[in-house]
């Protein structure tokens, strides 16, 4: 039995989506996509530190400095967010908000919070409460964009970045968040011309190069592409969307062990960076290491849990475990955050079909579990459904295990009824057996007494009795 393994964005058939972030002219048979799927919060990290990313926190003069109470507290969620544990990640950045309101830090990342929970228009109403209170504080400007972007309104997250990068010409950090717009909308030739715009107040900064580096990347100038990722990291070495877009590269190019090099220097450095947290698990599926793919997405889903795709994706790592429960728990969860979601249909079909013990259900039933909800997909698929799809292939071999399990059924059913029916020939056999041993066991006895009997009517020699 041979199940199908796929690495896809949209539809996941056994195995995994794949969830790429701005990876550009990454080649598209490698489910390469211009913006971050549903669910995950921009930037492919976790909640910012105060200041923004690495490269903003010493350089964006006017934002707001968190009050020392504040920032304590601040700093509670961050740890806590790092952790997993998001409940109390979003209180603490709550109780900042309340001990400094003017604060646009905590408001930023409970929209990120928010984005991870697939709740999209709370994130939305925080980073815009966090513009509120600071009008260019760039990460929520980039996350509104890059909100825009996932969702498809492409139009809108360029208009909302133009009017900004209008407003605040000069500053550097507006201006690479309204390039990230560009390069979303697939507008490389303009990002690149708001890329020399930064370049042009400071050669060397890094958001500036790195938005030189996707436009060309969009635009299928690798080796360009390459040579400017090498400037921002001299610039910044840990800056880890050079090297999760370079894993998306070495993909393209077919170079799977260096891909995997690549993600793990992303989560060297940043270990809750959920994007190469599946990515990498997604090359250990495809390897057929499924422990060590379970065991990423197991972090990745606890940093994200209202993400459908990494459910997925962790329920099949779990089936490819032999976990068929733990594998159906995830996959249903993945239907419940999204039951527009078919996927999920799919890869529970798979498991009631490779599963060994499941729900209590005999072979025949786990079979036929496994072609109702293959042919649910089917019908939700409906004309989305690609000719390439291996649905039609497992409908039929999900029929024929069940025509060889009837026929191995009714052999089985027969093998009794004929072991029955010689058990009784053998008990006949041996009641016969038993009745002659009893006669035979008579005999003898019998046989002295006739002897005597004609012992005592044998004539005398001399002819008297």
């Not at 958001?207 to 610039?235: C, I, P, T, Y």
């Not at 993400?307 to 594998?327: F, H, M, Q």
């Not at 006669?439 to 005597?452: F, I, L, Q, V």
Request: hydrophobic fraction near 40%; charged fraction near 30%; include cysteine.
């Amino acid at each position: 039995m041979s199940t199908t393994t796929r690495l896809l964005v949209r539809v996941c058939m056994a195995a995994s989506v794949a969830l790429w972030a701005g990876c550009g002219g990454a080649s598209k048979k490698d489910g390469a996509s211009a913006s971050t799927p549903s669910g995950l919060p921009p930037g492919a990290g976790g909640p910012q530190s105060a200041g923004g990313t690495a490269s903003q926190a010493a350089t964006q003069p006017n934002e707001h400095q968190l009050s020392p109470d504040a920032r304590s507290v601040y700093n509670d969620g961050l740890q806590a967010a790092k952790a997993g544990a998001l409940a109390k990640a979003e209180q603490a950045f709550k109780n900042t908000v309340q001990l400094d309101p003017k604060a646009p830090q905590p408001l930023y990342n409970l929209g990120v919070l928010a984005e991870r929970k697939g709740d999209d228009e709370t994130a939305r109403r925080y980073y815009l409460q966090a513009l509120s209170v600071q009008e260019d504080y760039a990460p929520a400007v980039l996350a509104l964009i890059k909100l825009d972007l996932r969702t498809g309104n492409g139009t809108k997250a360029v208009d909302f970045g133009r009017a900004k990068a209008e407003k605040f010409s000069k500053d550097k950090w507006i201006l690479a968040a309204y390039a990230e717009a560009l390069i979303g909308a697939r507008r490389y030739k303009d990002a690149i011309g708001v890329s020399k715009d930064i370049l042009r107040v400071d050669e060397r900064d890094a958001d500036g190069l790195l938005a030189m580096a996707k436009a060309n990347l969009g635009m299928g100038r690798l080796e360009l592409a390459e040579s400017v990722f090498d400037q921002v990291l001299a610039v910044d070495p840990n800056r880890v969307e050079v090297f999760f877009l370079r894993a998306g590269i070495r993909l393209g190019e077919g170079q799977k062990a260096a891909a995997i090099e690549e993600y793990k220097k992303v989560l060297a450095k940043q270990p809750d960076h959920v994007e190469a947290l599946n990515n990498l698990a997604n090359m250990y599926l495809l390897s057929g290491n499924y422990a060590q793919a379970a065991e990423l997405l197991g972090k990745a889903v606890t940093l994200a849990p209202s993400i459908p795709e990494l459910r997925l994706n962790y329920g099949n790592a779990l089936r490819g475990a032999g976990k068929w429960p733990a594998a159906k728990t995830q996959l249903l969860e993945a239907r419940k955050i999204s039951n527009r979601f078919a996927a999920p249909l799919f890869n529970l079909a798979l498991v009631y079909y490779v599963a060994e013990e499941l729900d209590g259900m005999d072979r025949t039933a786990r079979l036929n579990e496994s072609k109702k909800l293959f042919a649910q997909y089917k019908s939700e698929m409906g004309s989305a459904l690609t000719k390439d799809d291996p649905v039609a292939k497992y409908l039929k071999e999900v029929q024929m295990a069940l025509d060889r399990e009837a026929k191995r059924i009714q052999t089985e059913k027969d093998r009794v009824v004929r072991e029955g029916e010689r058990a009784k020939q053998r008990e006949a056999e041996e009641a016969r057996k038993a009745a002659e041993a009893a006669e035979a066991a008579k005999a003898p006895k019998d046989g002295k007494a006739e002897e005597k009997k004609k012992d005592e009517k044998k004539p005398a020699e001399d002819g008297w009795y």
